[in-house]
């Protein structure tokens, strides 16, 4: 099975100051790969995906993620974080279900914090 | 567009009584219909999954069912709470290979 992890579970970082959320994966076969955030007691928001093409994806909100096959990696970044980037950040990876159903499995999260 | 809709958005409930949560999709049809679950502000927990009316994929074992009784409509239902049913649930939607749009989600107390 298609697994994502995400090693930290808070990054600290302040206002201004570049930020990255880091993204692993263990995949069979080329990775579909997902950026989603999630804000207080609100449902997840899609930031971006890496499907195929180029390595540096760009999302919403000034988001751009960089897929490494080499260290198997699909890190969130952003060169300058706000105080309203502070949220629930999720990774994801497609898999197979049952009958080939493709469903997403996701990381446990990591939070942002972005001091002032 | 799309949206999708849940209902209720906060509910506590006490030990034992019944469950009702509804999901609603506009703007698409045939969608693929997710419930999940997330325990403690942190990671999903994915419960069911739906590719069209009446038919329902389960991804855990639990005190928990699901229905899809229309096309856009995915109902989560539990005949007896109980504590550890506690949680935030999530209703997503999206196309079978791509990316997932998610409800605005349920906050479920039992007590």
């Known amino acids: 099975a298609q697994s994502v992890a995400q090693p930290e579970d808070q990054v600290n970082v302040a206002e201004g100051n570049p930020l990255t959320v880091k993204c692993t994966y263990s995949?069979?076969?080329?990775?579909?790969l997902f950026w989603y955030v999630q804000y207080p007691n609100r449902g997840l928001q899609f930031l971006l995906k890496?499907?195929?093409?180029?390595?540096l994806v760009k999302g919403s909100y000034g988001f751009e993620a960089e897929f490494n096959k080499s260290q198997t990696s699909f890190h969130l970044k952003k060169p300058s974080a706000l105080v309203s980037d502070s949220a629930l950040y999720f990774c994801?990876?497609?898999?197979?279900?049952?009958?080939?159903?493709?469903?997403?499995?996701f990381g446990t999260g990591t939070r942002l914090l972005v001091s002032p | 567009s799309q949206t999708i809709h849940q209902w209720p958005a906060t509910l506590v409930q006490p030990v034992g009584s019944p469950l009702s949560l509804e999901c609603t999709v506009e703007g698409t049809s045939n969608p693929n219909l997710y419930w999940y679950r997330q325990a403690a502000g942190r990671g999903l927990q994915l419960l069911f999954y739906s590719v069209g009316i009446g038919q329902i994929s389960s991804e855990v074992p639990q005190n928990l069912s699901a229905s899809r009784p229309q096309d856009r409509q995915f109902i989560l239902s539990s005949k007896k709470l109980l504590l550890s049913d506690s949680g935030f649930y999530l209703c997503a939607w999206g196309p079978s290979y791509n990316e997932q749009f998610f409800g605005p989600g349920t906050r479920l107390t039992v007590l």
């Open positions: 994801a990876v497609r898999d197979m279900g049952e009958g080939g159903f493709q469903k997403l499995v």
């Open positions: 995949v069979s076969g080329n990775p579909y």
């Open positions: 890496y499907i195929t093409g180029d390595n």
